[in-house]
């Protein structure tokens, strides 16, 4: 069993946890994920490691209540358990070498970003960081972005707060007026990913996607974070749990991915009903 530390509400809808994890949290790299069940009738879900603290031995996830494994962790109070807790999974994000980079984090996809923009920042890369939402009411981890970045923007869909508009606007603006970076990492929807990566393109800046918003399983056996890359003129599949979840964004076929993220939403929909029914009940 793993306790639960410490909690906090970020918004109406996302929640983060520090999980008493010592094994996991000195081993814990940006980029990684654990695997989580709430109980032991409890389904597994990946979750990327949104910190790690070796001396305290807590990892930090962040998560966005979107299904019944969420809806159930939210019910969790500090100083109770969950069932499971293994990690850290999945390949680091490659961070040496780079000189300048931006990280651009979209919705709870910041929970991602946030890690990444830290560890490059901690081995004294330059770091600029965009982070988008709808709007100022689910605006997360500014401060935190703020404290690993040597320059951050924040951008709303609706211009409730900071730059009015998504993520690609800024980021085109400073492609434009000649700004170097050795890599553009982006984390968030997959909609939102494959605009950055077609607005970095003219530009020739490499550009690194993390596909775990597509991860189900986080083994590989479910088949469901299957993806489709082009290397060298091939068409290769890759799983983003075992292979990723970090890729080239310019050879992800996000069309194929977004199309199969599609086919769970009916399934995922009746199952958070029936949990949100049995929570109710137990109340």
């Known amino acids: 069993m793993y306790q639960i530390i410490r909690k906090r509400e970020?918004?109406?809808s996302v929640t983060e946890?520090?999980?008493?994890?010592?094994?996991?949290?000195?081993?814990?790299?940006a980029g990684q994920f654990i695997i989580l069940r709430v109980d032991e009738e409890g389904e597994?879900?990946?979750?990327?490691?949104?910190g790690a603290d070796p001396e305290e031995g807590t990892v930090k996830i962040i998560f966005q209540l979107v299904g019944a494994t969420?809806?159930?962790?939210?019910?969790?109070?500090?100083?109770?358990?969950?069932?499971?807790?293994?990690?850290?999974?999945?390949t680091p994000t490659p961070i040496e070498g780079k000189k300048k980079v931006c990280v651009i984090g979209g919705g709870v996809g910041c929970a991602i970003a946030m890690p990444v923009a830290k560890a490059f920042h901690d081995q004294g890369t330059e770091v600029t960081s965009i982070i988008g939402f709808r709007n100022k009411d689910i605006l997360i981890l500014e401060?935190?972005?703020?404290?690993?970045?040597?320059?951050?923007?924040?951008t709303t869909d609706d211009?409730?707060?900071?730059?009015?508009?998504?993520?690609?606007?800024?980021?085109k603006e400073m492609l434009e007026n000649g700004e170097q970076f050795d890599e553009i990492l982006t984390i968030g929807p997959l909609i939102m990913m494959k605009f950055v990566v077609e607005t970095a393109r003219p530009f020739n800046v490499p550009v690194s996607v993390s596909m775990n918003p597509i991860m189900i399983d986080g083994t590989g056996m479910c088949g469901g974070c299957r993806l489709s890359l082009t290397q060298d003129g091939k068409r290769v599949t890759k799983f983003a749990c075992v292979d990723g979840p970090d890729f080239n964004g310019y050879e992800v076929d996000f069309d194929e991915a977004m199309s199969r993220n599609r086919m769970y939403v009916n399934f995922e929909s009746i199952k958070r009903e029936e949990t949100c029914n049995l929570l109710k009940e137990a109340q």
Do not use: C, Q, W
């Open 10 to 12: 970020l918004n109406a």
């Open 17 to 29: 946890m520090d999980i008493l994890a010592p094994l996991v949290a000195r081993k814990a790299k």
């Open 44 to 50: 597994r879900i990946p979750l990327t490691i949104a």
């Open 70 to 90: 969420t809806i159930a962790l939210n019910a969790k109070k500090e100083g109770e358990s969950i069932e499971d807790f293994t990690g850290p999974l999945g």
């Open 143 to 154: 401060e935190e972005f703020r404290s690993f970045s040597d320059k951050l923007i924040v």
């Open 159 to 171: 211009g409730s707060y900071g730059f009015h508009g998504n993520v690609t606007v800024p980021l």
